[in-house]
């Protein structure tokens, strides 16, 4: 099989539609459609229904779309690790979740820019469960996530820190007065039902909460009352003076990585993993407490 064709067949089987396709693609419609059947015959299978409804994909279809991303997602990052390799003054990128480890990642940034030889470092802000897809797709060369949460598979990692978790609530509720919570007191709260973000497949856990992607999203509503979440004590960095962070005392602890491409010989990405190792014994600085409860909460 040739790009090209993985490539046609992943826009026709995304569209379901030859016409949307080819206009994706900046074809014509003709050229595209024998490219799929001169696909199906080298691969002895039928990959699309068509009929006068449109077009379906068979479960050789299905199994094609998913295999043909891996494909043209390694495809991709190969000739960005290439041209980074070609070019040794480029920064190396570390991509992060916009809030989380923000005490940590100031360590790391503050401890490169003291190491000698170490690489200058771009930081790549991206939402909740992005990191492994931006590593996989060669965007950026080295992440911060988080066990157990995050998709670390083909990754290398580091591990840098263990913490507990803290609910964040409103602050104007009656659990933010609390000095400690549970799992059980905040997964069932009538008022205020936890915060629902996607699987590592993008679907949502059932539930009454509303679904949210983006961390901006979250802290709006959770200042709204509508919503609480529950997260590592150190991603509380963005929360916001509406806001109330309470210990939750039997979540899972979550342990904070430095996580990298399986098998990597990248003289930069050693650097920054030696030099994240190295601050794992080194004290972090207290979180600010949390604002001043309500009184009469």
Excluded: N
Excluded at 92 to 97: A, D, G, Q, R
Excluded at 171 to 190: K, N, S, W
Excluded at 241 to 246: K, L, N, R, T
Excluded at 275 to 296: C, E, F, K, M, N
Aim: charged fraction near 20%; charge should be positive.
């Amino acid at each position: 099989m040739e790009t090209r064709e993985l490539r046609y067949f992943v826009a026709v089987a995304e569209e379901l539609h030859f016409g949307r396709a080819a206009a994706r693609l900046g074809i014509a419609q003709p050229p595209l459609s024998r490219a799929i059947r001169q696909l199906e015959r080298r691969l002895g299978v039928r990959l699309l229904d068509r009929d006068r409804r449109g077009v379906a994909l068979t479960d050789a279809g299905r199994v094609l779309l998913r295999e043909a991303g891996k494909v043209l997602d390694a495809v991709t990052a190969a000739a960005s690790r290439t041209r980074r390799a070609g070019a040794p003054t480029r920064p190396l990128v570390l991509v992060t979740k916009a809030g989380a480890s923000h005490e940590l990642l100031q360590r790391l940034l503050d401890a490169l820019a003291g190491e000698p030889g170490a690489p200058p470092v771009e930081v790549l802000l991206c939402e909740v469960g992005e990191q492994a897809g931006l590593l996989r797709a060669g965007r950026a060369e080295v992440a911060i996530m988080h066990r157990p949460v995050d998709d670390l598979a083909g990754f290398d990692t580091e591990d840098l820190v263990t913490e507990g978790q803290v609910a964040i609530l409103p602050a104007g509720h009656p659990l933010a007065a609390r000095d400690r919570l549970t799992l059980a007191e905040v997964q069932h709260v009538p008022d205020l039902p936890i915060a629902r973000w996607p699987r590592l497949d993008g679907t949502y856990p059932a539930g009454p909460g509303p679904e949210v992607r983006t961390q901006s999203q979250l802290a709006q509503l959770v200042a709204l009352g509508r919503t609480l979440l529950v997260i590592p004590a150190s991603s509380r960095a963005w929360q916001w003076p509406q806001h109330v962070a309470v210990p939750v005392v039997d979540a899972p602890h979550i342990t904070t990585v430095l996580a990298w491409p399986a098998g990597s010989r990248s003289r930069p990405i050693a650097s920054v993993v030696r030099t994240a190792a190295s601050l794992r014994d080194t004290p972090a600085t207290p979180i600010l407490h949390s604002p001043p409860r309500q009184s009469g909460t």
